[in-house]
């Protein structure tokens, strides 16, 4: 190959990786939508699927939620965890704030008759004094995010009495739905994953984007779950998280031996409109 073939090939794969950042930014953002936008289509869409907010307070963070039920013990619940949100406003510019314009994990709750409770990701909808833009880029799966799901969902357990739960995550928390699994392997019976991170080192490789810190890998999360059936929906036509990805976690686990993760593909759907077919425990 000759130089001149190598720098080409080299702008080539940099004009790659800027056009599916740009595209990532948008879809995964909601672009330009203002913070007020976002927070009264969220009380739009809690107010008409009749949903009960909440805050959680954990150590480092309070975690906005939701609930479709009224009664005081649910021995069973479903717990949806949602996506990014609106983390980029532009390449290499963080947002202040990443509450999602579109919340697909509440949407999600709405769809479900099942007692169920959705859990924002860290600083969207609610801030806490250690909100910065690392809990939203580079530090989404960072530790102290794991510990403030951990600390919630046991709260939700001993609020509710629950005994029994059946994990959902959209995107980026269907990586944290997984990791939830293994914090609480004795009491969980299932796990969906839709448009799912499931491994964020082959996500961002993927992308030709950095890094994320990640606490737990795939191989740790696959030995700690492996009595738990695990289904992972992917959209045919998703560019953020395509199917490849899916169906390499899903034959990485079953070439190690786990042969309890599934894939289901909706040919037709994208990143935002794979939910549509889902339907809540």
Same mark, same amino acid.
């Given at each position: 190959?000759?130089?001149?073939?190598?720098?080409?090939?080299?702008?080539?794969?940099?004009?790659?990786?800027?056009?599916?950042?740009?595209?990532?930014?948008?879809?995964?953002?909601?672009?330009?939508?203002?913070?007020?936008?976002?927070?009264?289509?969220?009380?739009?869409?809690?107010?008409?699927?009749?949903?009960?907010?909440?805050?959680?307070?954990?150590?480092?963070?309070?975690?906005?939620?939701?609930?479709?039920?009224?009664?005081?013990?649910?021995?069973?619940?479903?717990?949806?965890?949602?996506?990014?949100?609106?983390?980029?406003?532009?390449?290499?510019?963080?947002?202040?704030?990443?509450?999602?314009?579109?919340?697909?994990?509440?949407?999600?709750?709405?769809?479900?008759?099942?007692?169920? $409770?959705?859990?924002?990701?860290?600083?969207?909808? $609610?801030?806490?004094?250690?909100?910065?833009?690392?809990?939203?880029?580079?530090?989404?799966?960072?530790?102290?995010?794991?510990?403030?799901?951990?600390?919630?969902?046991?709260?939700?357990?001993?609020?509710?009495?629950?005994?029994?739960?059946?994990?959902?995550?959209?995107?980026?928390?269907?990586?944290?739905?997984?990791?939830?699994?293994?914090?609480?392997?004795?009491?969980?019976?299932?796990?969906?994953?839709?448009?799912?991170?499931?491994?964020?080192?082959?996500?961002?490789?993927?992308?030709?984007?950095?890094?994320?810190?990640?606490?737990?890998?795939?191989?740790?999360?696959?030995?700690?779950?492996?009595?738990?059936?695990?289904?992972?929906?992917?959209? !045919?036509?998703?560019?953020?998280?395509?199917?490849?990805?899916?169906?390499?976690?899903?034959?990485? !686990?079953?070439?190690?031996?786990?042969?309890?993760?599934?894939?289901?593909?909706?040919?037709?759907?994208?990143?935002?409109?794979?939910?549509?077919?889902?339907?809540?425990?």
């Amino acid at each position: 190959m000759s130089q001149g073939t190598l720098k080409n090939s080299t702008k080539a794969r940099n004009f790659r990786a800027f056009c599916i950042f740009a595209f990532l930014v948008c879809a995964l953002s909601g672009c330009a939508a203002s913070l007020q936008n976002r927070m009264d289509n969220a009380d739009t869409l809690m107010k008409e699927a009749r949903l009960i907010p909440a805050t959680l307070k954990t150590t480092d963070f309070s975690l906005f939620s939701a609930r479709n039920f009224t009664q005081p013990y649910q021995d069973t619940l479903t717990i949806i965890i949602e996506g990014d949100g609106y983390s980029w406003a532009a390449r290499n510019k963080p947002t202040d704030n990443p509450t999602p314009k579109d919340p697909i994990g509440l949407s999600l709750l709405s769809h479900t008759a099942s007692p169920a $409770i959705y859990l924002a990701r860290p600083c969207q909808y $609610i801030h806490s004094p250690r909100c910065n833009p690392d809990f939203w880029t580079d530090g989404r799966f960072s530790a102290p995010v794991i510990e403030s799901y951990r600390q919630a969902i046991s709260q939700i357990m001993a609020r509710y009495q629950t005994r029994n739960i059946h994990f959902m995550g959209y995107s980026g928390g269907g990586y944290l739905a997984m990791v939830m699994a293994t914090h609480f392997n004795q009491f969980t019976r299932s796990v969906t994953t839709i448009a799912g991170v499931l491994n964020p080192d082959d996500w961002t490789q993927y992308h030709y984007i950095s890094p994320l810190i990640v606490p737990m890998r795939s191989d740790d999360i696959l030995r700690y779950t492996g009595h738990i059936p695990f289904e992972h929906i992917c959209g !045919g036509n998703d560019q953020i998280v395509p199917c490849t990805l899916t169906e390499r976690f899903v034959a990485y !686990g079953h070439a190690a031996g786990f042969t309890n993760h599934r894939m289901t593909r909706d040919e037709g759907a994208d990143h935002g409109t794979v939910w549509y077919g889902v339907s809540g425990q």
